[in-house]
């Protein structure tokens, strides 16, 4: 078969995923209102399960209210959120050996809550907004480690079979992480090693009441493409600290709608206009593998071939790969791959379907266009 390593099972710590294609976290504005699980919810992943991915791993899942996008965000910051989890991961379960993570998020320095307030590690404006954020007291910062926490043990009661810390595209996590948006004295500011201290807490806390066969995986802004932000040389550091710390998978992502004020298509998804704008975080992956003893790797950004991705598999650069907007075009990409069609995903990497977000369920407008016209 000419994708035997596309859909060769593959270890995420102990969890074995059946192929190697990961649904990358995507917020689809399809929770009911508060971030309860509905019917429309249960389709959408129903339909990921069927096309055939190894590992989906949920939307951004607030573990606060105050740290939501909205009230359709998916949550599970109350155990009256918990029932629907349960529906999901039973209904995932159901198809195939599917395996589902869930991704779990506070906005942080670039939320906008009528109700709550703006809160990051240090008071540094977000240039979209204008908000300038309430920096968050050592006590305070202590509490929403716990909040990360209870939701990780939340998400484990519920049957999933891993949790993502969402440290990217500018939310809570990253902003901790990055010396652009951390400037603190305390023991969670400073070096490196300080700025990732919260990752280690979190990890540290869920790991101590989970069972160790459930992993605790993280997507972590490898780069922030801003000046005084996350350099390619800090973004390895990380890599290193999050591996030492134990993280089963790594998925290295970054950029942030700020970004763009200072780098041109740093977004972390990107448009590609041609073959080598493709794999976009791919160099990136190379220079840390070798680094990651106990890590699966996961490859996101720009991955729309299907004999390049079995290509990067088979080189051994990365363990899994990791797919966003071709599969809001095509749920079942996976599947017509394993068919042989091995087209490259129709998605055009337009970001139309960023468009669709703010109004309602997220949707891709190209290939709805080209269904009108046919
Ligand atoms: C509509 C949309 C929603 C997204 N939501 C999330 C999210 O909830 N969490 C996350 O980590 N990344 C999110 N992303 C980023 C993707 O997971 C991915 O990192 C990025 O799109 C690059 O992958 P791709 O080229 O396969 O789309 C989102 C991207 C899009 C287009």
Same mark, same amino acid.
Request: charged share 25%; net charge neutral.
């Given at each position: ?51 055939? *991915? ?43 050996? *599917? ?92 070096? *490196? ?114 004999? *390049? ?66």
């Amino acid at each position: 078969m000419e994708l035997s390593n596309l859909f060769s099972s593959g270890n995420i710590g102990s969890v074995q995923i059946k192929n190697r294609i990961v649904r990358s976290a995507t917020f689809s504005h399809m929770a009911e209102k508060y971030g309860y699980i509905g019917e429309s919810f249960l389709k959408m992943y129903e339909e990921l399960a069927q096309g055939g *991915t190894g590992l989906i791993i949920t939307e951004a899942t607030a573990v606060d209210p105050g740290g939501t996008g909205g009230p359709y965000q998916l949550c599970l910051y109350e155990d009256s959120h918990m029932s629907g989890h349960k529906k999901l991961v039973n209904l995932i379960h159901e198809y195939d050996n *599917t395996k589902i993570a869930i991704q779990i998020q506070h906005s942080g320095r670039l939320g906008d809550h009528p109700k709550y307030p703006t809160i990051a590690p240090s008071p540094v404006p977000y240039k979209e907004t204008g908000i300038t954020p309430k920096e968050l007291t050592s006590k305070e910062v202590e509490q929403y480690i716990e909040k990360f926490v209870n939701t990780g043990l939340r998400a484990y009661e519920c049957g999933y079979d891993m949790v993502q810390l969402h440290a990217a595209h500018g939310y809570l996590l990253n902003n901790f992480i990055s010396p652009y948006t951390n400037i603190r004295n305390d023991e969670y500011g400073g070096s *490196t090693q300080n700025r990732v201290k919260i990752l280690k807490d979190i990890y540290n806390k869920i790991r101590d009441e989970v069972d160790k066969n459930f992993p605790i995986i993280i997507k972590f802004q490898s780069q922030d493409f801003i000046p005084n932000g996350i350099t390619e040389g800090e973004g390895i550091e990380i890599a290193k600290i999050l591996s030492d710390i134990g993280f089963e998978a790594i998925e290295p992502s970054g950029g942030t709608r700020e970004s763009l004020y200072f780098t041109k298509n740093s977004l972390p998804s990107r448009s590609i206009k041609k073959e080598e704008d493709e794999n976009y975080f791919l160099p990136f992956a190379k220079k840390i593998k070798p680094f990651l003893t106990n890590s699966a790797l996961i490859l996101v950004g720009g991955i729309r071939n299907p004999l *390049t991705a079995e290509k990067i598999l088979q080189e051994g650069y990365v363990d899994f790969i990791s797919l966003c907007r071709p599969l809001i075009y095509e749920p079942d990409l996976p599947n017509r791959w394993r068919n042989g069609d091995l087209s490259p995903a129709k998605c055009i990497s337009c970001n139309s379907c960023f468009v669709t977000m703010d109004k309602g369920p997220i949707y891709c407008v190209t290939k709805q266009n080209l269904e009108k016209r046919n």
